[in-house]
Every structure is written in C-alpha cells, then in structure tokens.
C-alpha cells in the first residue's frame, strides 16, 4: 500500500522539526534540511512578506535559512525550532532594513489612519486588501507583535523572540488593535 506524499512521513516519530534540525546540525544531512524548509518556509515567508514588500521578503527568507545552515550547531535541543527560526527571520528582516534604509518606527498619527485611500468598490469587494493594507500602515513594532501573535506565538515567546518585556508585547498588541478596529470602523 502507498501512501500519499503528503502522508509520508506521519507515522514517523523522527520527523519532529527539533530532530530535523539536530540531525542536519550533527551530520549536515541534506535532506533533514530540506524537510525543515519544507515544513517552515511558507510561514516565514508570510512573517516576513507582512512586515515587507515580496523581494525584501524572498532575499530575508534565503538569507534566513542560509544563516540556519551556517549557524545550526547553535540551536539548543530541547527548545522551540519555530521560535528559533522566527528570531532568525526577524533579525535578518531588520538587519535588511536598516540596509535599505526604510527602518522606521515612527508612530501612527490620525492623519496616516485618515489618509488610507482605498475606493468604496474595492473595500466592499475585498475586506481582506483593506484589511492587509491597516496592517501595512501599523509602525513596524505594533505590525510585529501583532502578526506574531496571529502566528499563534504566545506573549511570552514574542517578548523572548524581541527581546520585550511581555508587558511591552502586550501593550503594542493592544494598540494595534486599537488602530485596526478604529481605521476598519471608519472605512467600513
């Protein structure tokens, strides 16, 4: 009996991301490599691309997990790939930032949350551009903690990842909220 390819691999035990990286870690086994790019790359690509446009996002992600192969004797058995690789991503985002010169954290005034030219036609027919362009327009630490959290992060694991007090974490999530709801009941 075959099983389908994306079966493969269910019923064994080994193929738990933080085996995956040690293994590649001890031997530079290519294709425990590739298992854990397989399994994580979509969801740094999304952590990445929402805090960025698609080439900053594509030469972050390569550059990520050319740093994860450089550096995969650092990761510490036992503790959260996930985590890990997240703070990889975000250090390699901000570094490329500064680079390009477009890091800022200004705060959001009224006039940026007055300013969200979108037409009524297309707000009615995709909430979801709307709701992308909110979070694109959020200062870069609030857009942070927020996706994040939407990446199912707990406050904890943010402010660990950022270096943050949780309260700090939990403060910037609380005012992108605040942006969001107030900027989403204003246009719709």
Known sequence: ??????????????????LL?????????KKSLA???????????HFLLS????????????N???????NAEQYKLGTSVKN??????????????????????RALSEHDLSSLTLSEEVIKKDSLTLF??????????????????QEGFSLHEI??????????IKSRIRYAKQNIRSTLESKL
């Open 1 to 18: 009996m075959k099983l389908p390819s994306m079966m493969k691999g269910w019923f064994n035990p080994n193929v738990k991301p933080e």
């Open 21 to 29: 990286l040690d293994k590649y870690a001890q031997s530079g086994d």
């Open 35 to 45: 298992k854990l790019i397989e399994h994580y790359n979509r969801d740094l690509f």
């Open 51 to 62: 805090q960025s446009d698609h080439a900053t996002a594509e030469d972050c992600l390569q």
């Open 64 to 70: 990520t997990w050319l740093k994860v192969m450089k």
């Open 84 to 105: 890990w690789l997240f703070t990889i991503a975000r250090h390699t985002l901000i570094d490329e930032l500064r680079r390009l010169n477009r890091w800022h954290t």
């Open 132 to 149: 992308n362009h909110i979070i694109s327009q959020l200062p870069f630490y609030q857009r942070e903690a927020f996706i994040l959290q």
């Open 159 to 168: 402010a660990i990842m950022t270096h943050e007090k949780q309260e700090t």
